[in-house]
């Protein structure tokens, strides 16, 4: 009887040693996870650090609201860059300062000031050599900015260009506003960009109602749609997806700005329900993002 009782005992001690080494090792696990997003002198590993290091096909960064960057080889390009703005719920991943050490070109879709950032256009004009891409509808905003002629390269709608050996086709863009209502002030200089980068396709609506313009595209690999109420919602936006089928979906104009009653009709984005609405094949395909996160395009 002894002998079992110090059997069990001896079990059972063992038993709390084990459990004890597990809870050392899985807090190891958890911490070197977690030690993974810091360089070796403690810091957050930084996004344009994660950028000068990207070299093999084609990465992808959402910046938040309507900023994409994009690289492939040696070269970088966004859309719609909003950085330095008050508005938004927490800092960018990234400083103007330091995406100008890197960028090529800035895509502008329009001369609204969540996505012609001025402040972050400032930087972008003094501390880089990057082409601003623009439409028409920008250019009063780009004379007070004083960005020169030699830096800008005018979009037209329907009138495509190349730049960079980027083959680019700016698409109408009419602007939309609160209670799904065309917005008073539209403008048809406005332009969406579908960009063709190294024989992948990127279609950027900028902010838009659903036009035939954008349904009758073809060969659209990686698609930017906005489900607010001011662009095309849930149900427009299904059509779109639908339409194209594209290989990346990613929903933009949302969880970036404060919500609030005088900014929900443009800040306030409906990922989630868009993508329930979707068939599990194009599921599979959809990608709500994390600003910050970065996406391998093959």
Not at 199 to 215: C, M, R
């Amino acid at each position: 009887m002894l002998q079992l009782y110090s059997v069990i005992t001896i079990n059972r001690r063992l038993c709390l040693k084990l459990c004890a080494c597990f809870s050392r090792l899985r807090l190891y696990i958890t911490i070197c996870a977690f030690a993974l997003q810091f360089d070796v002198v403690g810091q957050e590993t930084r996004l344009i650090d994660e950028i000068k290091a990207h070299k093999d096909g084609i990465g992808l960064w959402w910046v938040g609201h309507n900023g994409w960057l994009i690289k492939s080889g040696e070269l970088l390009i966004s859309t719609d860059i909003l950085l330095d703005y008050d508005k938004r719920i927490e800092p960018p991943k990234i400083t103007a300062e330091e995406l100008a050490s890197e960028l090529d070109i800035s895509f502008i879709t329009h001369a609204h000031k969540d996505h012609f950032n001025r402040s972050t256009s400032v930087v972008l004009l003094e501390k880089s050599e990057c082409i601003f891409v623009m439409p028409e509808s920008c250019l009063s905003v780009a004379e007070l900015l004083k960005i020169p002629k030699e830096r800008i390269k005018v979009a037209r709608p329907r009138e495509p260009f190349d730049i960079n050996n980027i083959s680019v086709k700016p698409i109408r863009a009419i602007h939309g506003n609160a209670n799904f209502s065309i917005y008073y002030d539209a403008n048809l200089q406005d332009s969406g960009y579908l960009i063709d980068l190294d024989g992948t396709t990127f279609l950027q609506p900028g902010d838009s109602h659903l036009l035939e313009d954008h349904l009758f595209l073809e060969d659209v690999d990686v698609l930017f749609f906005s489900p607010t109420e001011h662009n095309m919602y849930i149900d427009r936006s299904v059509i779109l997806i639908n339409t194209l089928n594209p290989d990346y979906i990613f929903p933009q104009h949302h969880s970036t700005v404060i919500v609030n009653e005088s900014t929900r009709f443009w800040a306030k984005g409906y990922p989630d329900e868009v993508k329930l609405r979707l068939s599990k094949a194009m599921q599979e395909k959809y990608h709500i993002l994390k600003v910050g996160d970065k996406v391998q395009i093959k």
